[in-house]
């Protein structure tokens, strides 16, 4: 492909809104774009609007699987935006557009590295397969479908092109992501003796858990320390009623030393001691996300080649990082052993999540080759 149809097919793919839904638009665009160029693929239905989608080049042994999702995040408050997030905008050698860098410019970047490939008859020996997934931004539930379905049985290593410019992630935390209701009693303010106040049962345990959860002490030397939010909080009806029902949502970045599962079964613990000391408190815990910590190799012969094709195409010697951050990876990985070869390596900054997302036009091509080098020497 020229430069023009390389912008054009991220440009198509950030026109197409898929945050946090409608991937079966991408998925039927990125299976006739590989159909165009003699590559076959298979859509794979999770709901009536979600499909993930699996395609792959080269046969035989070793297997690189790699991956890019196809949904966004929602675009945020528009009016902040300066270009149209919908339409890829080029403005000072940067392309602008909601998924611009988080990531559908990494997910193009696999793609077509896949197509130009394909097209020179290569790769010559091994297996290079795309998992393009649905629903990362929330829940993982294309990664967990795939993973699920077998398509990371014979995988020997895994890259993710995930926006971190130009530096490897190796490894990353969990993420735990927990809804915590408060049920109560409705009833006038003026006689709150009659009700039952569910918002301040629930702030007494925001207040604990916050105590108690942001001072663990807990840490890893690669990855940095456990972290712990409050992130939303609804409750109430209308200001003269005392709230018959509250509830908050908690983040938690979750480590090696510290996993998912330890961290719901202590603030399990705590809603239970709140309970059973308070007859008029009614806490619950509904798991909306458990993903636990990545460990990988941190020398993997997949991350000395990128690293070595990376200094070869920008210069730079690149390092390595543990991120707060996660990825399809932890669904990908959870059944594969700690030095299992994964790289978390695409074209990014530090916009993902926010109004005016955008990627470096220079860097978004120079993944593609990069892409190449590395499907190449690897295999």
């Known amino acids: 492909m020229d430069e023009t149809e390389k912008i054009q097919v991220l440009s198509d793919l ?32 999770y709901s009536d609007t979600r499909y993930n989608l699996v395609a792959e080049i080269g046969s035989g042994k070793p297997v690189l699987a790699v991956s890019g ?13 300066n ?14 557009g909601l998924g611009a860098v988080d990531m559908k410019s990494g997910l193009s970047a696999l793609v077509i590295a896949m197509i130009e490939l394909h097209e020179n008859n290569q790769p010559t020996s091994g297996t290079v397969r795309l998992l393009a997934t649905i629903a990362e931004e929330v829940g993982e539930y294309g990664a967990d479908q795939l993973t699920s379905e077998g398509y990371m049985d014979d995988a020997d290593a895994l890259l993710i092109g995930e926006p971190g410019g130009y530096n490897f992630v190796y490894t990353h935390m969990g993420s735990l992501d927990l809804k915590v209701t408060s049920e109560g ?10 009700g039952n106040n569910a918002i301040d049962h629930l702030l007494n345990f925001l207040s604990q858990a916050n105590s108690q959860f942001k001072n663990t002490g807990k840490s890893d030397p690669v990855m940095g320390n456990f972290i712990f939010n409050v992130t939303t909080i609804k409750g109430g009806t209308q200001v003269n009623a005392i709230p018959g029902h509250a509830e908050a949502e908690i983040n938690s970045r979750t480590l090696p030393q510290y996993t998912s599962d330890q961290v719901l079964n202590d603030i399990r613990l705590l ?18 996300m458990k993903l636990n910590p990545v460990k990988a190799a941190k020398d ?6 990128s690293r070595q094709v ?19 990876a932890a669904m990908f990985l959870r059944d594969k052993p700690d030095d299992f070869a994964f790289v978390m390596f695409g074209p990014g900054n530090d916009t993902p999540h926010q109004v005016n997302e955008y990627v470096n036009k220079e860097m978004y091509l120079k993944f593609i080759d990069m892409y190449k080098d590395i499907f190449v020497k690897y295999l």
């Open 300 to 305: 993997s012969k997949l991350l000395k080649i």
């Open 185 to 194: 009693k409705a009833a006038h303010s003026s006689m709150p003796d009659s």
């Open 69 to 81: 999702h196809m949904d966004t995040v929602d675009t945020g408050d528009t009016t902040q935006w």
């Open 310 to 328: 990376a200094k070869e195409h920008t210069g730079l010697d690149v390092g390595k990082y543990g991120i707060a951050g996660t990825t399809d």
């Open 14 to 45: 950030v026109a197409i809104n898929t945050a946090n839904n409608n991937e079966k638009e991408v998925a039927e665009y990125l299976q006739n774009l590989f159909s165009n160029h003699g590559i076959k693929s298979k859509m794979i239905k």
């Open 271 to 288: 809603v239970d001691k709140l309970n059973s000391e308070n007859n008029d408190y009614h806490l619950n815990i509904k798991v909306i």
């Open 83 to 96: 270009t149209d997030p919908h339409k890829l905008t080029e403005k000072d050698g940067n392309l602008y």
